[in-house]
């Protein structure tokens, strides 16, 4: 088993399997395959995200030292859910970069997640609705433009009338808590699509309500809610 501390985890993005180095057509044809040569591409393919998920955990542990225990697991579960990915999406391939190039984004992104949630394990995620009135009161900074704490004085009736109870939640974990979009859908047993979706419709809904009093916005209203 290979722990944090070994030299030869560390590899650079992308590094090319032995047997089909950087022959995307290969790749593409075994993996398509049957037999022995889909198995054995199957298995350098699942090597090559390993590395590539212990080279994203390793880098995470210089800030979150607590997470060395968790190291092999999250690394192996990374690469595992990356290869079902990339199976998964082995038709969307362009060849527009080196095969492994691509392949290797999807243990990046597999092992962020997986960071993410970790970092949320065992924690409450707070789903009140009224999260939002934390927005309201206090006394604008020296520079704070009164313009502005106009607009944040206005969000919480806005948001009270304008915005649905889901969406609040929602709109609370995610822009205000500062919950990952993935680890919110994992708790509410929902997509990251269906929250997004919900997202956009808050912001929508929150955009029209504030312009209706008068405010003219530029930005994304429900993006930064602190």
């Known amino acids: 088993m290979v722990s944090p501390g070994d030299s030869t985890d ?6 090319p399997a032995a047997a089909f180095v950087d022959d995307a057509d290969a790749w593409l044809m075994a993996l398509r395959g049957e037999g022995a040569e889909r198995e054995r591409a199957l298995a350098e393919l699942h090597e090559l995200l390993l590395r590539a ?7 995470a542990l210089e800030q979150r030292t607590h997470l060395r225990e968790a190291f092999d697991d999250l690394a192996q579960q990374s690469a595992d859910d990356a290869l079902v990915a990339v199976l998964a999406k082995l038709d969307t391939f362009r060849g527009e970069s080196r095969f492994t190039t691509w392949a290797y984004k ?10 993410r949630r970790h970092a949320w394990q065992g924690r409450e995620i707070p789903l009140e609705d009224d999260g939002w009135r934390s927005l309201h009161g206090g006394d604008p900074s020296p520079g704070e433009r009164a313009e502005s704490r106009e607009l944040l004085d206005a969000l919480p009736a806005a948001i009270e009338q304008a915005l649905t109870s889901h969406q609040r939640r929602v709109l609370v974990a995610v822009a205000l808590e500062d919950v990952p979009i993935d680890v919110l859908a994992e708790r509410l047993g929902t997509t990251r699509g269906a929250l997004y979706k919900t ?3 808050a912001r929508r809904r929150l955009r029209a309500a504030l312009e209706a009093r008068g405010f003219e916005l530029d930005g994304d209203v429900g993006r930064a809610g602190r």
Do not use: I, Y
């Open 199 to 201: 997202l956009h419709d």
């Open 106 to 115: 999807f243990a990046v992104l597999e092992a962020s997640v997986a960071l």
């Open 53 to 59: 998920a212990r080279f994203t955990v390793r880098r």
């Open 10 to 15: 560390v590899v650079s993005p992308a590094a």
